[in-house]
T-cell receptor, first 111, second 114 residues
């Protein structure tokens, strides 16, 4: 079954520093991959997705992710963290007729 | 406006009460989902509906009863809940199981059982 792994439940980053959130997937077929963001007491919002084509995907709020088949990874990055990036981030993969979500990364931005 | 609207946003209920959560989507999607999100736990998929038919029930206790009268509306009826049922309940919708475009989520209902 398709699944994703997100290590490290909490990630602290200084304002202006690189944001890097790691996601590794397991899939028996070419994967469809997603990153979502959740602000406090809100639902999940789609940041970006990879289906086919270009492996570097750009999303909203300055985030991007690169699909690397050889590493079975889909890491999320942002060059410079803002205070407004403090939120929880979920990686997901499509499989078995539904999305499978990771456990999430809580991002804390330090001023 | 995300296209998926959940009401109420907050709900406090006693263990003997009966209440319902409502979810409505205006996106023309054909699948709808209920998730439970508790503190420090992964997202838990509760129910899946495709074209109004329930296609999945992930061993959810019978005190949670879903209803999907049409492809645009989804309800979660609650009765005799326990304090551990306190959580954020999220509704989502998708077209064709979300393969190409993922899910669209509502803002959730924060449920507190007292």
């Amino acid at each position: 079954a398709q699944s994703v792994t997100q290590l490290g439940s909490h990630v602290s980053v200084s304002e202006g520093a690189l944001v890097l959130l790691r996601c590794n997937y397991s899939s028996s077929v070419p994967p469809y991959l997603f990153w979502y963001v959740q602000y406090p007491n809100q639902g999940l919002q789609l940041l970006l997705k990879y289906t086919t084509g270009a492996t570097l995907v750009k999303g909203i709020n300055g985030f991007e992710a690169e699909f690397k088949k050889s590493e079975t990874s889909f890491h999320l990055t942002k060059p410079s963290a803002h205070m407004s990036d403090a939120a929880e981030y979920f990686c997901a993969v499509y499989g078995n007729n539904r999305l499978a979500f990771g456990k999430g990364n809580q991002v804390v931005v330090i001023p | 406006e995300t296209g998926v609207t959940q009401t109420p946003r907050h709900l406090v209920m006693g263990m003997t009460n009966k209440k319902s959560l409502k979810c409505e989507q205006h996106l023309g999607h054909n699948a709808m989902y209920w998730y439970k999100q508790s503190a420090k736990k992964p997202l838990e998929l509760m129910f899946v509906y495709n074209f109004k038919e329930q296609t999945e029930n992930n061993s959810v206790p019978s005190r949670f009863s879903p209803e999907c009268p049409n492809s645009s509306h989804l309800f979660l009826h609650l009765h005799t809940l326990q304090p551990e049922d306190s959580a954020l309940y999220l509704c989502a919708s998708s077209q064709d199981e979300g393969k190409g475009r993922g899910y669209t989520f509502g803002s959730g209902t924060r449920l507190t059982v007292v």
